[in-house]
């Protein structure tokens, strides 16, 4: 099993980089932030952005793999946000993972550039776009042809060029975050991973039945797709965004919650960077306490 942890975007850099190096010197094998323009109850407080600071991320570390959790189609498009990636990819020596999610309905980031509320078939529809064309960009490597051009519903590009070769080939990895059938359909045709987070809200005991149901959907729909289902990465996130779930509220928890995910085939687990107050409120200590426990789950799992 590997083991991730989120940072959010809300230090000072001179903050922040104690944190991305500190992630990296406890063994973590991947580090993500947020990629919002402004999220849920931290939305009024210093928020950075996501680009800049996977950059500074990837200066300040040597191994760690680095990542979006998750970006989305929200705000982005396609073309210039593939070039930003490519870059932080060539920098980080092809460290970078895309993760990438279909984005909420109903939050700053789907209403700050004043577009129309969408459906969830447009939703979905914008999503499978968006996917499938940072895809074909990502894998673009001849700066001497006539490009990549691109015409759907949702986003166009004409005669688009990359940074060059992939620093990681065919492309960078890409963990999408999926629940519903047509999003499980996607992973399992297009990803390197599949991210989860539960059902929002949940009781504990309901949100890990649902993730063993989600977990056995997704393994039926690999298998149909005629992928090996081996080689495709199941990313959970342990936390919860109302508290009723922390994985470094203990350690104990935290072997809980490792050795469930572990139970239900998932590589990868994804915790988040303890913050003085609020959400993911803990203490800072307690990763320290699990560090010497990362390398014993990954050789036993």
């Not at 793999?65 to 020596?93: E, Y």
């Not at 999503?127 to 001497?144: I, M, N, Q, S």
């Not at 390197?192 to 929002?200: H, P």
Request: hydrophobic share 40%; proline share 6%; net charge negative.
């Amino acid at each position: 099993m590997r083991f991730g942890i989120v940072i959010l975007p809300e230090y000072p850099w001179s903050e922040a980089q104690r944190l991305w190096r500190k992630a990296e010197d406890l063994g973590f094998d991947h580090a993500w932030t947020y990629d919002h323009l402004a999220w849920g109850e931290l939305a009024s407080g210093p928020w950075g952005a996501t680009v800049p600071t996977l950059t500074a991320a990837a200066t300040v570390t040597s191994t760690i793999r680095l990542g979006t959790f998750v970006t989305s189609p929200n705000f982005r498009h396609p073309v210039p946000f593939a070039k930003d990636l490519a870059t932080i990819d060539d920098i980080s020596g092809g460290r970078f993972i895309l993760g990438i999610g279909s984005g909420a309905a109903h939050s700053f980031d789907s209403a700050v550039l004043g577009e129309p509320e969408l459906t969830p078939r447009e939703r979905h529809a914008r999503y499978v776009e968006f996917v499938e064309l940072l895809d074909r960009l990502l894998r673009f490597e001849d700066p001497g042809s006539g490009g990549i051009s691109y015409s759907g519903d949702w986003y166009q590009a004409v005669k688009a060029r990359m940074v060059g070769a992939p620093a990681k080939h065919p492309r960078m990895p890409f963990a999408i975050a999926a629940s519903g059938p047509q999003g499980l359909e996607l992973a399992a045709r297009i990803g390197d991973a599949w991210t989860t987070i539960g059902a929002w809200g949940s009781s504990p005991d309901e949100w890990w039945r649902g993730i063993a149901d989600l977990s056995a959907r997704f393994d039926d729909i690999v298998e149909r797709s005629g992928r090996d289902p081996q080689s495709v990465e199941r990313h959970l996130s342990l936390d919860s965004g109302d508290g009723s779930r922390f994985a470094l509220a203990s350690v104990s928890a935290f072997e809980d919650m490792t050795g469930k995910a572990a139970e239900l085939g998932f590589t990868d687990v994804i915790l988040h960077w303890p913050r003085a107050e609020g959400v993911y409120a803990g203490d800072e200590r307690m990763l320290d306490e699990v560090a010497p426990l990362l390398a014993r789950h990954r050789d036993r799992m």
